[in-house]
């Protein structure tokens, strides 16, 4: 996909009858759900998720599609790194180790997860609402 059809796609979202506050969670949504090791199934939680809760099931569904095999490590890492961190559970980020201390490891991913997900979610919900009223206002001047 060419980076033109990128901006297209969401200037399309920005014109939109959705609210700001629907765009924005569609963001914030999408974007928890990518960061969140969620392994292939973004797309459909988001999905399952759009019948539960009002939000721009478009931008939701493109935002879970940011985790891919290039930057899914990166979050893994992060996740994982954040939640040593607030565990103070050094165990070195190695395969061996994995293996070895499994259920500190997972406990350390997930509460990263959590943490590193919503805070990515936040940035997407103000930053998108921010450029969506812009746009908005702009287009009315």
């Keep these: 996909m060419k980076w033109k059809d990128v901006v297209a796609f969401f200037w399309k979202i920005a014109n939109s009858r959705n609210s700001t ?7 914030a949504i ?7 090791p969620t392994f292939g199934f973004g797309t459909p939680i ?9 939000f721009n099931l478009a931008i939701a569904v493109a935002a879970s599609v940011i985790s891919n095999p290039f ?20 165990i070195a980020f190695d395969i061996d180790n994995w293996k070895e201390n499994l259920a500190d490891t997972g406990l350390s991913i997930l509460i990263g997860s959590f943490l590193v997900s ?3 979610a936040l940035l997407a919900y103000y930053f998108s609402k921010f450029m969506v009223e812009r746009f908005r206002n702009r287009k009315k001047t």
């Design 71 to 90: 930057t899914s490590p990166f979050f893994m890492y992060l996740n994982y790194k954040v939640g040593a961190l607030i565990l103070n559970n050094p």
């Design 30 to 36: 999408g974007t928890f759900i990518s960061v969140f």
């Design 118 to 120: 919503g805070f990515m």
């Design 21 to 27: 506050a629907e765009i924005a969670w569609g963001a």
């Design 46 to 54: 988001v999905l399952v998720l759009s019948r539960l809760l009002k």
